[in-house]
């Protein structure tokens, strides 16, 4: 006996075999996805006012990304239903834009967006000694206008052996335009486009520092998602853009000559997939970029 | 441009649509090894997890000893085990470190590299494609991608007892921030070491086990044999339905909190770390800001539904086992399938009974506890109707029903012992003492296992075409079921005396301060309980040698249908070919039709029609809609 | 629907064919170019409506003092607003669950479930301790 309705759906069910196996698949993506979701809600709940960071992400690129991400759902359905429809070019044309669409998403992701973190410095003030660097922080104006209170120093480390040489006994930091000019009104909700650090020059005594490091997972709750987050999304995009370079593979052509169903019945399941990766980005980038 | 003209999209009625012939000649290594075949994958997949079973109850033996002879050096064995290591046995000695990598890897290798392995996935690749009339798994790749998945989370999780510091020594909940500052800095690998190396295993058994529940699933959805409609299914075939949507659901959120785990520990997150968190003294160079509650939610989340997971297909083998043997249709079909499916819905809502010493509020511990009071109503629905199956009748005690009806009342004394734990005052005594020990065992120990006794021992035949040996059976069963019971009985005494279930000395220190029940007090149960571990392990050895003697040597199967049972599996030639069955069946009434009135033999096989002027009366014959 | 007493052949459980698939998808393709220009737009909204002071337009329609914290609740609700409605669109038309099979549903109700316990007695969790 072969295996049955691997191709023409089964006629109770009304469904072929792979469409409920990635289906249950995405089921299980969902709860995936839904537990580091649950993880953010509980991690930024238990963030105390002024704790968790906003518009340290640029968010033009991440807008960029954003419809990267849409176009690319759009050409892997036409893909689909070019297949549908035995139009082989076409579909392969539009397979090709779908992949390129994947890998410029990775390519922005791994190659600008996450190496421009690790270059930037946060220095979380002691609760204690907040007062000291009311210069930079700006919390009298913050507390007058209403907002949360500053309680981190950034910019860019000018002494970056300061992290580790303990006979340091200070940071010497490139201010963010937020900490070089606190008390200005422009300074008080993210900016759109992404400022680049000013050439004034901040000092923070390392006694004062609760915890200073670069922009890497381990510097906040807020990276540590944030990272965690994309990276296992950006995994999902590699393996999509995997998959769809096996569709385009001399193996893909000849299932198509010997049964084009077959081959839009894969297509459609890995678009599927695509669509799914593409929904919890649409999750992912207000929740990291906007909020 | 297209090749429309070319391609008519009756291309899809071709039988053959990959070009792929049946191929009857496969070399060794496809055959028996890499094969995508559902029963060796099944069957590699049982060996393998016996072999895990038998080691994680080697670790406890081994524990067993330090508990019951706290600080004297283990006889014999005890120079040899410095194979783990120089922190390990030193002069025969265990140390601390040590007992807590061996407790730790007991419950992970017992739960996750055992029972699971064999109860879900074993039984559940052999027996269930068969017992629907499918020509194998929906995906066959997907399905031995998930066997070895398995495979090399169970290798990392051995080769973690010979890397510097040890074995993962948390215990098998991995409690945060404990394992996350556990085998960390140092002189220790950020990688090679057992706490590391736990979640990376962990995160293979998880991936196994996700491939293997999407392809049961799409299975019994897709491949069930014509006529065999929903409520003719065995009931063996909806537990594990169940079975997988528990682990389809629930190992994500794990699956999610191991990755963050995993990034505490390697790249330096506070995921579960709290803020201002000082160990030995010395303040904790992280952001903090994590918390480790999130891990005991996202843990539990799992971890309650793994215990449906844990005895649902037993409760499958039982229930086949049962009608088998009592030569009558299982009583309630019906309520044992929404029992079932009400079983596996409400597990996922009760999972905070596992933290009610970590302090929740008022409301969430109301919530939980009513949820978990209501849970146990359809364990009671299973458990009644298994009882009521037998009343009346003609029973055979046949080596696996003796397994089969020993899991009844060890299944009753493990789940009405849980019902003190269900209550938040109960429980804040009760809590991590041995009380608690002997609950789940009874449930996991002379429970599930006892079910997957019961059922290598029937569908042993199937597998092999011979039969196991009756008497060494016998011999097999009554030791086991003796000594389990000396094992876990005098446990419950030693919780209710207070005993912590953590304790390196097995309480010698706090004995002095107990009480005493029986003229014992709780330190001094430990040596009869050791004991009867150790008996335990002895009687094991029948069932080993009966296992592989019986593949050569032995009785042949009289027929396919050596226990006369009903169901399609029994339908398939003994060690069925490649696409199991020689012309595709089609199934005609209910799973469970033994002595039916007016027939000469004593079952129906539920491929044999319905015949003029039948009465077809059982539940699960009536006429039923298609999904 | 058929009853179970009339048992079909093997050969006979397959679907038919639908001879009109083609024409039904190539009357699809614009509603996918629309959606997708719809989404692109929406992304654009969601963008905008982060600089927009919700804490300040939800205190004069409610004639309640938000405070910051608060403002940044209205935003977050309403950028999931945004974002739900997008994935809707993503999951109804790119995913066809506009117009599955019943077995998909089901599988979806149980996940969707589940999720929500995830997420709602994580929020429970946090929000009811005796100390945190």
């Not at chain 2, 064999?118 to 629907?132: R, T």
């Not at chain 2, 505490?264 to 201002?276: E, I, N």
Request: glycine letters at 8%.
């Amino acid at each position: 006996m072969e295996i049955p309705y691997t191709v023409v759906a089964r006629r109770d069910t009304g469904v072929w075999n792979a469409k409920v196996g990635i289906w249950l698949f995405l089921a299980s993506e969902v709860m995936l996805f839904g537990g580091l979701f649950s993880a953010y809600v509980f991690l930024r709940l238990d963030a105390g006012p002024g704790d968790w960071p906003h518009g340290v992400l640029n968010v033009p690129v991440g807008t960029f990304n954003t419809a990267i991400l849409i176009i690319s759902s759009v050409t892997v359905v036409l893909a689909w239903a070019a297949l549908k429809m035995r139009q082989f070019t076409r579909y392969r044309i539009y397979m090709a834009i779908t992949i390129l669409c994947g890998v410029v998403f990775l390519v922005v992701k791994l190659g600008y967006e996450w190496p421009q973190k690790y270059v930037h410095f946060g220095a979380r003030i002691k609760e204690s000694e907040l007062a000291k660097y009311e210069k930079y922080l700006g919390n009298q104006h913050l507390l007058a206008e209403g907002f949360a209170p500053r309680k981190e120093i950034t910019g860019h480390l000018h002494n970056p052996q300061a992290l580790h040489d303990p006979n340091i006994k200070e940071y010497e930091i490139a201010l963010d335009p937020v900490n070089a000019d606190p008390t200005n009104k422009k300074m008080d909700r993210p900016h759109f486009f992404y400022v680049p650090p000013t050439e004034k020059i901040g000092i923070v005594e390392k006694a004062d520092v609760e915890y200073a490091n670069m922009f890497l997972p381990k510097h906040s709750s807020y990276f540590a998602t944030y990272f965690t987050i994309t990276g296992l999304h950006g995994a999902h995009v590699l393996a999509g853009v995997l998959v769809f370079c096996y569709m385009l593979l001399p193996a893909s052509t000849r299932l198509y000559r010997q049964n084009p169903e077959h081959l839009a019945n894969r297509v459609e399941v890995a678009g599927l997939f695509w669509h799914f990766v593409d929904l919890i980005w649409i999750f992912v980038f207000p929740l990291f970029y906007l909020l | 441009m297209d090749t429309t003209t070319h391609v008519g999209a009756h291309a899809a009625h071709d039988p053959h649509p990959h070009g792929e012939h049946p191929h009857h000649e496969l070399g060794f290594w496809r055959k028996y090894i890499f094969s995508t075949d559902h029963k060796v994958i099944g069957i590699q997949y049982g060996l393998c997890g016996l072999v895990f079973l038998f080691l994680g109850f080697s670790l406890m033996m081994m524990m067993r000893w330090q508990l019951a002879y706290p600080g004297q050096a283990l006889p014999v064995i005890g120079k040899i085990l410095n194979v783990f290591g120089p922190g390990s046995m030193p002069d025969g000695k265990m140390t601390p470190e040590f007992y807590n990598s061996l407790g730790a890897m007991h419950g992970t290798i017992m739960i996750f590299l055992g029972i699971v392995p064999v109860a879900f996935a074993a039984f559940g690749n052999f027996v269930v494609p068969l017992q629907i009339g499918a020509p194998d798994m929906t995906f066959p790749k997907i399905n031995a991608a998930s066997f070895w998945a398995f495979f090399v989370g169970g290798m990392i999780m051995l080769f973690s007892f010979f890397v510097p510091g040890g074995a993962a020594k948390t215990g098998w909940t991995a409690y945060t921030p404990l394992s996350i500052i556990t085998d960390q800095g140092g002189t220790y690998d950020p990688v090679f070491n057992g706490q590391t190396l736990w979640l990376i295993a962990f995160i293979f058994l998880i991936t196994s086990s996700l491939l293997g529940a999407v392809n049961f699933i799409s299975t019994i959805i897709q491949l069930r044999a014509p006529g065999l409609t929903w409520m003719r299914l065995p009931f063996f075939v909806w537990a594990q339905f169940v079975t997988a949507f528990l682990l389809l659901l629930a190992f994500p959120p794990l699956e999610s909190a191991l990755i963050m785990q995993l990034m505490d520990r390697l790249a330096g997150t506070s995921f579960f770390l709290p803020s201002g968190l000082v160990v030995n003294g010395t303040p904790l160079h992280v952001s903090g800001g994590g918390s480790p509650l999130l891990w005991q939610h996202l843990f539990w989340f799992l971890g309650h539904p793994e215990v449906y997971v844990l005895i649902l297909p037993a409760m499958g083998i039982v229930a086949e086992i049962i009608a088998n043997n009592s030569r009558k249709p299982l009583w309630g079909y019906k309520s044992l399938v929404f029992a079932a499916l009400v079983l596996g819905f409400l597990s996922f809502i009760v999972w905070a009974h596992h933290m009610w010493l970590t302090g929740m509020g008022t409301a969430v511990s109301a919530f939980f506890q009513t949820t978990t009071l209501i849970i146990s109503i359809p364990s009671v629905i299973i458990l009644s109707a298994f009882f009521i199956s037998l009343w009346g009748g003609s029973i055979r005690f046949t080596v696996p029903m003796l397994f089969a009806t020993a899991f009844l009342p060890m299944f009753g004394i493990g789940g009405l012992t849980g019902i003190p734990l269900a209550f938040n005052s109960a429980d804040l005594y009760l809590h991590d003492t041995y009380y608690v020990i002997a609950h789940f065992h009874y449930i996991v120990a002379p429970g599930t296992i006892f079910g997957l006794f019961a059922g290598i021992y029937y569908w042993y035949p199937k597998a092999t075409g011979r039969m196991m040996n009756e008497f060494w059976g016998k011999v097999h069963f009554w030791p086991s079921f003796i000594c389990m019971n000396l094992i876990f009985l005098p446990m419950f005494l030693q919780g209710m005396l207070g005993m912590h279930r953590r304790w390196y000395d097995g309480g010698q220190g706090w004995t002095l301060a107990g009480d005493k029940v029986w003229g014992l007090s709780g330190f001094q149960w430990n040596q009869p309980i050791s004991i009867a571990a150790w008996c335990m392990g002895l009687a094991q050895i029948p069932f080993i040698i009966n296992f592989f003697w019986s593949m050569r040597h032995g009785k042949k199967a009289v027929s396919d249908n050596p226990w006369e049972a009903t169901t399609l599996e029994w339908t398939a030639p003994n060690m069925p070919p490649h696409g199991n069955f020689v012309t595709p069946p089609v199934a005609y009434r209910g799973p469970y039709e033994y002595s039916l009135p007016g027939r000469d033999r004593d079952f129906t096989m539920q491929n044999e029609p319905i015949e003029p002027g039948e009465q077809v009366h059982h539940p699960s014959t009536e006429p039923v809609l298609h999904a | 629907m058929d009853h179970s007493d009339e048992v079909p052949s093997p050969g006979l459980m397959e679907a038919p064919p639908d001879p009109h698939a083609a024409q039904h998808v190539a009357a699809h393709v614009r509603t996918y170019l629309i959606v997708g220009a719809t989404l692109l737009a929406f992304t654009v909204i969601t963008v905008a409506l982060s600089y927009v002071d919700f804490g300040l337009i939800f205190s004069h329609l409610f004639r309640t003092n938000l405070s910051e914290a608060q403002g940044r609740k209205a935003n977050v609700a309403v950028a999931m607003l945004v974002a739900a409605f997008k994935a809707g669109l993503v999951a109804a038309i790119f995913m066809h669950l506009s117009a599955e099979k019943r077995l998909i549903y089901r599988i979806l109700y149980f996940t969707v479930f589940f999720v929500l316990g995830l997420f709602w007695l994580t929020y429970l969790a946090w929000y009811n301790p005796i100390v945190r």
